[in-house]
Nanobody, 120 residues
Framework: QVQLVESGGGLVQAGGSLRLSCAAS????????MGWFRQAPGKEREFVSA????????GYADSVKGRFTISKDKVRNTVYLQMNSLEPEDTAVYYC?????????????WGQGTQVTVSS
């Protein structure tokens, strides 16, 4: 099993920045990728960004390209999501995820989520 703990959420004004962190523990050697998802009130959970744990590859949803940056620290088993130029539409609970596969729509492990609120 892999345990994921998110941090860094909060309240920010539109145009501001936040950095989310997700620390992984447990059987982290089994992880091949990590990612971020979000769920806004009344909406389904959606993909935000992902990063390979073994090669230099990242991916982003169109809605966050150019504003969000995902990065990893393999020594600390931590993934980060730097969020700039935040918009009220970015308000959501942000979830960290990890997976034993490099690809696919299903993810094995999930964190509890951290709230991000962007005020206009």
């Amino acid at each position: 099993q892999v345990q994921l703990v998110e941090s860094g959420g909060g309240l920010v004004q539109a145009g501001g920045s936040l950095r989310l962190s997700c620390a992984a523990s447990g059987r982290t050697f089994s992880m091949l990728r990590m990612g971020w998802f979000r769920q806004a009130p009344g909406k389904e959970r959606e993909f935000v960004s992902a990063i390979s744990w073994i090669v230099d590859r990242t991916g982003y949803a169109d809605s966050v390209k150019g504003r969000f940056t995902i990065s990893k620290d393999k020594v600390r088993n931590t993934v980060y999501l730097q969020m700039n130029s935040l918009e009220p539409e970015d308000t959501a609970v942000y979830y960290c995820a990890a997976d034993r596969s490099e690809y696919g729509s299903t993810w094995n492990y999930w964190g509890q989520g951290t709230q991000v609120t962007v005020s206009s």
